[in-house]
């Protein structure tokens, strides 16, 4: 069965216009013009990709951000009209997959539709073998990491972005290579990748596992166990 994509936007044209290049795609859609229908709607039919304005009446976007991230990971991409860096940063470190600008062009949002949905489905094969840094484990198959046996609550991107930095411990990496790891389709900004490290490291410090995740001064950041 195709995908099942919630367009969550207020303006009714752009709404039919996402609603008809998703299902030209192939893709199944279901449509709410506000924040209270989107989280109903989000419970109701467990979609595979939300694509969620800002600005919305009622309950804000980023507000129902909240809510679908504390009930699980499903893929948001966020569109709002405005470009300031601090939204976009805010938003991906409440957990958002990628995000698009207004005005912007349909087929561009179903490439990043395409892009989010293919990165975040299941992996098959020898990637399924779990990945161990000292107290750490990340289940690439089950998309869960586990600190000493405890499981860690992270969004989609931070856990790419753990799973690449445990891929190679001790490798230093740069924001760059980060960045093009965890959304290699996004235009976002190399900040967003200290955004997503720093809620990363709380968690980790929050697991008692303080030094795993290291900073490297003038280049990226590094994953390595011990101190």
Same mark, same amino acid.
């Given at each position: 069965?195709?995908?099942?994509? +919630?367009?969550?936007?207020?303006?009714?044209? *752009?709404?039919?216009?996402?609603?008809?290049?998703?299902?030209?795609?192939?893709?199944?859609?279901?449509?709410? $013009? #506000? @924040?209270?229908?989107?989280?109903? +709607?989000? /419970?109701?039919?467990?979609?595979?990709?939300?694509?969620? #304005?800002?600005?919305?009446?009622?309950?804000?976007?980023?507000?129902?951000?909240?809510?679908?991230?504390?009930?699980?990971?499903?893929?948001?991409?966020?569109? !709002? =009209?405005?470009?300031?860096?601090?939204?976009?940063?805010?938003?991906?470190? +409440?957990?958002?997959?990628?995000?698009?600008?207004?005005?912007?062009?349909?087929?561009?949002?179903? $490439?990043?539709?395409?892009?989010?949905?293919?990165?975040? $489905?299941?992996?098959?094969?020898?990637?399924?073998?779990?990945?161990?840094?000292?107290?750490?484990?990340?289940?690439?198959?089950?998309?869960?990491? /586990?600190? &000493? @046996?405890?499981?860690? &609550?992270? !969004?989609?991107?931070?856990?790419?972005?753990?799973?690449? +930095?445990?891929? =190679?411990?001790?490798?230093?990496?740069?924001?760059?290579?980060?960045?093009?790891?965890?959304?290699? #389709?996004? #235009? =976002?900004?190399?900040?967003?990748?200290?955004?997503?490290? =720093?809620?990363?490291? /709380?968690? *980790?410090?929050? $697991?008692?596992?303080? &030094?795993?995740?290291? !900073?490297?001064? @003038?280049?990226?950041?590094?994953?390595?166990?011990? &101190?």
């Amino acid at each position: 069965m195709s995908a099942l994509i +919630l367009i969550v936007e207020d303006e009714p044209q *752009l709404a039919e216009i996402l609603d008809a290049y998703a299902r030209q795609e192939g893709y199944r859609t279901e449509r709410a $013009a #506000d @924040g209270h229908t989107a989280l109903s +709607l989000f /419970r109701a039919a467990s979609p595979d990709l939300i694509l969620l #304005d800002v600005m919305l009446p009622g309950v804000s976007g980023l507000d129902v951000l909240r809510n679908v991230r504390q009930a699980g990971k499903t893929p948001v991409i966020m569109v !709002t =009209a405005r470009a300031e860096e601090i939204d976009q940063i805010v938003g991906l470190e +409440l957990g958002a997959d990628d995000y698009v600008v207004k005005p912007f062009r349909p087929r561009e949002v179903m $490439a990043r539709v395409k892009a989010v949905l293919r990165r975040t $489905a299941p992996t098959t094969g020898d990637l399924n073998l779990p990945l161990r840094v000292g107290p750490l484990e990340v289940d690439r198959r089950a998309v869960t990491v /586990r600190v &000493n @046996g405890e499981l860690l &609550n992270l !969004t989609p991107a931070e856990f790419r972005l753990l799973t690449h +930095l445990a891929e =190679a411990p001790g490798r230093a990496f740069t924001r760059e290579e980060l960045l093009s790891a965890a959304l290699p #389709d996004s #235009d =976002a900004l190399e900040r967003v990748v200290d955004a997503h490290l =720093a809620s990363v490291r /709380r968690k *980790l410090e929050s $697991a008692h596992a303080p &030094n795993l995740l290291h !900073t490297v001064r @003038g280049v990226g950041y590094r994953l390595e166990a011990g &101190n």
